[in-house]
């Protein structure tokens, strides 16, 4: 045998592994191939990125689990599925990019729908609860937003509204990376405010050790916040079935109902969403 | 410079969808500027400082005075014992709160900013190192050399200032750069008291604009073109100054 039919002969083998090697990957990822619902059901959990110390949307009890309207609304999605809940701590910097790597297979933790995010990531409609950012300052010093033009205010990093708030006010949002941090210097008078969700700051003010301090504003720009999905997952299987019960739990009264036993004290966008939501059955009766 | 290079960015956002938003809109520039040149300010006063602790505490710890040693050796062991970002909270939050403070109608201005808490926190964590760094460099200058000046009839200061810091600043050189440049790095922990830096910059901008990875890219390239050009300054000085002889 000569070299030239030796190396013939390697090269055809090659060839034919490679070709097998390829025709059973592809045959392989055919069979794998399955919707974003399997793939949950097949796993038997669904992971859903929340917010950590979000009260009342999402927080720890004693035992360090998490509880709230948010955890109570995906503990839902994972009933419906028939599948177990699991709680993965995101934060405002991360949660888009947990849901891109795959580390959670649905948001909800209180995201701010937002054209920038529409492109990132499937946002579901309807929404699920809704705030505005507002102040917090000690009782007296601030009457209108005017009251902030020149002065710092204190906030959290992030947060979308703090270049809108900074450029309409004149004010310089100084950002902390949690809101135990912006709270503190509040109190400690490095600013004149504390700029954060509405929902946020009447939890806060409910507390003892915020005693002569209070709202004195309406929000700023009301955005409902939207759970979220990959934006490949929004018109799939999965995706129509977050929609739904998106859709069923604001006609059925059950995010009223959470927000009652959950103390939720502004309610008047909950409502209206269910106004809205709730067909009128009256018809029936005829 | 920005009308220049605007058009650019703008053409690669739309073709290839990396958003440089820094270099394409007039405020997320202004913002990026910014926030780079409070950073290299930061840089610049926190070297400055922690040079003046080494030199300061290295000199100390040779002192007669016992309280003085004692005093210096908490502080070394105080600082380098606990990271950065817990002091530089520490500084901001336990010890700003009690610091005196000017009424400006609403809200107090503190006497020291953030700016300056960070500068002093950050400037102290490289002093400490530094301290050790000159005191290795002090004890490589032979006894037989500051014996010889004493002879010559130079008091303390002179010995220190004329003999062994020269010599001593020229064998710790290798490690005081590297703890600059560690330094340096360093001053990117200031975005959590809020100090108004790159980083803190590119964070809030990353925020609105949902551009992580182009932002993040961003940050890594000023950081490492920062620390390159002073890395290159640092070799250019060390070649400056070397006397024959002496730490080869």
Known sequence: ?????????????????????????????????????????????????????????????????????????????????????????????????????????????????????????????????????????KEGVIETWEDISGKPVCGKQGAFYNSLIEREFGTTVVAFTGNAEAKAALRAGRCIAWLYDDAGIINTLVSEDWQGYEMPVDPKYVNPWAMAVLKDELESSYGTL????????????????????????ATSWIDQMHDKMKQDTSYLEY | MFDIIAPLFLEIHKTTGLNFVTFYDPYEYGRFISGAGKSLQLMLYTLCLSLIIGVLGAQAQTSKSKMLRGGVEIYVQAFRNTPVMIQLLFFYFAIGGIGPVIDAGGYYEPLIPAFGWAVIAIGLFGGAYNVEIFRSGIEAVPASTTQAAKSLGMNKWQVFSRITLPLAFRVSFPSLGTNLISLA???????????????????????????????????????????????????????????????K
């Not at chain 1, 090659?14 to 055919?30: D, M, N, R, W, Y």
């Not at chain 1, 739990?249 to 009652?260: F, N, R, V, Y």
């Not at chain 2, 901008?205 to 940050?219: C, G, K, Q, R």
């Open chain 2, 185 to 247: 790095k360093t001053t990117s922990f200031a975005y959590v008291i809020a100090v108004p830096e790159v980083t803190y910059m590119l964070n809030q901008i990353w925020a609105d604009n949902v551009n992580v990875p182009e932002m993040i890219f961003l940050l890594f390239l000023f950081y490492f073109t920062v620390i390159t050009a002073l890395s290159i300054f640092l070799n250019w000085l060390e070649s400056r100054i070397t006397i024959p002889g002496v730490g």
């Open chain 1, 242 to 265: 977050v929609t739904g019960l998106a859709y069923r739990w604001h006609a059925s009264g059950k995010i009223q109902e959470l927000a009652k036993e959950w103390d939720l004290q």
């Open chain 1, 1 to 137: 045998m000569n070299i030239r039919s030796l190396e013939n002969k390697r090269f055809v083998n090659l060839a034919c592994k490679l070709s097998i090697f390829t025709a059973a990957i592809a045959v392989g990822h055919e069979a794998v191939a399955s919707s974003k619902l399997d793939q949950i059901q097949e796993e038997g959990v669904i992971r859903v990125g929340v917010l950590d110390d979000f009260k009342p949307f999402s927080f720890r009890d004693t035992s360090g689990n998490m509880q709230g309207i948010s955890v109570e609304l995906a503990k839902d999605v994972a009933n419906t599925l028939g599948v177990e809940f699991e709680p993965v701590v995101v934060t405002s910097a991360n949660r888009m990019q947990f849901l891109d790597q795959g580390r959670i297979d649905l948001i909800i933790a209180g995201m701010s729908d937002r054209p920038e995010r529409r492109e990132k990531v499937g946002i579901i409609e309807p929404s699920y609860g809704a705030s505005g950012p507002t102040l917090m300052a």
